[in-house]
């Protein structure tokens, strides 16, 4: 999906846009938008990953409420097996710890943060998971 349309599903739900950062050769573009945004935060952030060379990814983090705790919740009950886990990825402030969980069109990675509460939930097509992985871009 573009990001004009993204932003137009998120602004009706009470999202703003705050950046967009366009794709290089060695990098992927990234908008961002913040859930009611103040000067010290927000109480959500959703981050799409883009270029025109691979399928998008989309981060959610949640600093408020419990959505992402409903979605960890759902893949533990589902009894879904992690290809990958840790405590440790580049780039990264404050992790606690991450899970990869595949399903069949997409692959999930679980993070859970150092600060009580904060989580999120990224989002890849399984292929595009597979490429980054083999690329050393996850």
Same mark, same amino acid.
């Given at each position: ?19 967009? $950062? %366009? ?32 399928? $998008? ?6 600093? #408020? ?8 919740? %759902? ?23 991450? #899970? ?7 692959? !999930?990675? !679980? ?20 490429? #980054? ?6």
């Amino acid at each position: 999906m573009e990001i004009t349309k993204v932003d137009k599903k998120l602004s009706r739900k009470g999202w703003k846009f705050m950046s967009d $950062s %366009k794709p290089s050769d060695k990098v992927m573009g990234k908008a961002v938008w913040a859930y009611s945004p103040n000067p010290t935060g927000a109480i959500a952030w959703c981050v799409l990953y883009y270029n025109d060379t691979s399928p $998008s990814r989309i981060l959610y983090n949640a600093y #408020a409420g419990n959505a992402v705790q409903k979605i960890h919740k %759902k893949m533990r009950l589902r009894k879904l097996l992690p290809v990958s886990e840790g405590n440790t990825l580049e780039g990264v402030e404050q992790l606690e710890y991450y #899970a990869d969980y595949p399903e069949n069109k997409y692959v !999930l990675r !679980l993070l859970k943060y150092q600060q009580f509460g904060f989580s999120g939930v990224k989002i890849f097509e399984k292929a595009d998971y597979e490429k #980054a992985r083999e690329n050393g871009r996850l």
